[in-house]
């Protein structure tokens, strides 16, 4: 099984910060890697998959990049409605899939 | 615009058997493009997957779950469905279904089971 870790678990920042969140693989899922988002009481929400690609909809200060194991989520400037869980999700071995921990994003 | 329901008691004994259903409206659950699949989140805590169908009825499982999940198709009402048996107090969560092909771009609001007495 393919596992997946993200550091840190949480982080805190401010308004306008650039934040980076990562996300590795056990083993190597080419770009197979999703982020998404979830606030309190709601279903995830898919901002990016195969790595890098942007979900429609998404505001495009949300970014991600990396291929192998190594995979990272950027937001260039972080907004008052970014305040979040964020996971990574490989689909490499779709249609089984595995989750990262998740990174809590909180404010400063 | 496709849209994802589920549905099921909110309170299953221990030991006993959590069924929940999964309605698709907007799109039809026979797409060739995407499988459907079944997500859980523990108060608390992260996101698992727990299994996935293709319309056809070919089945995936998590190794963690396998010998206690069952998920359908039921390709005429336009729903999949989940059994989970032999529950205990750490099967309580919300459950999701979601559809995906790799991403999964659509989510349903999620339904919360609570395993008690």
């Known amino acids: 099984d393919i596992q997946m870790t993200q550091s840190p678990s949480s982080l805190s920042a401010s308004v306008g910060d650039r934040v980076t969140i990562t996300c590795r693989a056990s083993?190597?899922?080419?770009?197979?890697l999703n982020w998404y988002q979830q606030k309190p009481g709601k279903a995830p929400k898919l901002l990016i998959y195969?790595?890098?690609s942007l979900q429609s909809g998404v505001p495009s200060r949300f970014s991600g990049s990396g291929s192998g194991t190594d995979f990272t989520l950027t937001i260039s400037s972080l907004q008052p409605e970014d305040f979040a869980t964020y996971y990574c999700q490989q689909s490499y071995s779709t249609p089984r899939s595995t989750f990262g921990p998740g990174t809590k994003v909180d404010i400063k | 615009q496709l849209q994802l329901q589920e549905s099921g008691p909110g309170l299953v004994k221990p030991s006993e058997t959590l069924s929940l259903t999964c309605t698709v409206s907007?799109?039809?659950?026979?797409?060739?493009?995407?499988?459907w699949g079944w997500i859980r989140q523990p108060p608390g805590k992260g996101l698992e997957w727990i299994g996935s169908i293709y319309y056809s009825g070919s089945t995936y499982y998590n190794p963690s779950l396998k010998s206690r999940v069952t998920i359908s198709v039921d390709t005429s009402k336009n729903q999949f469905s989940l059994k989970l048996s032999s529950v205990t107090a750490a099967d309580t969560a919300v459950y999701y279904c979601a559809r995906f092909s790799g991403g999964m771009d659509v989510w349903g609001q999620g339904t919360t089971v609570t395993v008690s007495s």
């Open positions: 907007g799109g039809s659950i026979s797409s060739s493009s995407y499988y």
């Open positions: 083993q190597s899922i080419s770009s197979y």
């Open positions: 195969a790595a890098s």
